[in-house]
Antibody, heavy 122, light 109 residues
């Protein structure tokens, strides 16, 4: 069954680092772009980063550019989010999501993980 | 940067039809996707592209688009449809790739 499982969340002090992982199963991971999306407590969804299927391109939201880094290991069916210089405003549930591109070139996020909570607090 | 604007709250009587809208410049170029999110759960894709439903999504959910506005229609709303709904599209402003609407809380009365 198609599944994404995030891990690596926790409580961290401001300025510290954390690495999130998202393990994929049930599909050919190396054929799909992968995204990270976050949701602060009681707030809406915010797109964070994307990595192309082969890792050749990566893009970030302005709010995390220069601090967060997305990567993937297709041999392990896993995508990562390295988060450095964490701030209180980075506190959120972090979801990974699979990007589906249809034959009609429609793009969407069709599979989501259950999310992992990151709390940045002193 | 572009934005997607949604009404914060919408209500509908049980069994009636409700439309949730999303406005933004990027919708003139890209189709919207719609996600349903219930408390404590991950978002669930309900509509994408011109009007496509993933497997398992009831056919009471449909999508449409005109100009800079995308709409999600629920025909015959059920109690289990009470949730937050988010629209989502590519961003055509150049400084980010994707953008979400602020979300609409749907209450089924």
């Amino acid at each position: 069954q198609v599944q994404l499982v995030e891990s690596g969340g926790g409580v961290v002090q401001p300025g510290r680092s954390l690495r999130l992982s998202c393990a994929a199963s049930g599909f050919t991971f190396s054929s799909y772009g992968m995204h990270w999306v976050r949701q602060a407590p009681g707030k809406g969804l915010e797109w964070v980063a994307v990595i192309w299927y082969d890792g050749s391109n990566k893009y970030y939201a302005d709010s995390v550019k220069g601090r967060f880094s997305i990567s993937r290991d297709n041999s392990k069916n896993t995508v990562y989010l390295q988060m450095n210089s964490l701030r209180a405003e980075d506190t959120a549930v972090y979801y990974c999501a699979r990007e589906l591109v249809t034959a009609a070139a429609t793009e969407t996020f069709d599979i989501w993980g259950q999310g992992t909570m990151v709390s940045v607090s002193s | 940067s572009s934005e997607l604007t949604q009404d914060p709250t919408v209500s509908v009587a049980l069994g009636q039809t409700v439309r949730i809208t999303c406005q933004g410049d990027s919708l003139r170029t890209y189709y919207a996707s719609w996600y349903q999110q219930k408390p404590g759960q991950a978002p669930l894709l309900v509509i994408y592209g011109k009007n496509n439903r993933p497997s398992g999504i009831p056919d009471r959910f449909s999508g449409s688009s005109s100009g800079n506005t995308a709409s999600l229609t629920i025909t015959g709303a059920q109690a289990e449809d009470e949730a937050d709904y988010y629209c989502h599209s590519r961003d055509n402003s150049g400084d980010r790739l994707w953008v979400f609407g602020g979300g609409t809380k749907l209450t089924v009365l």
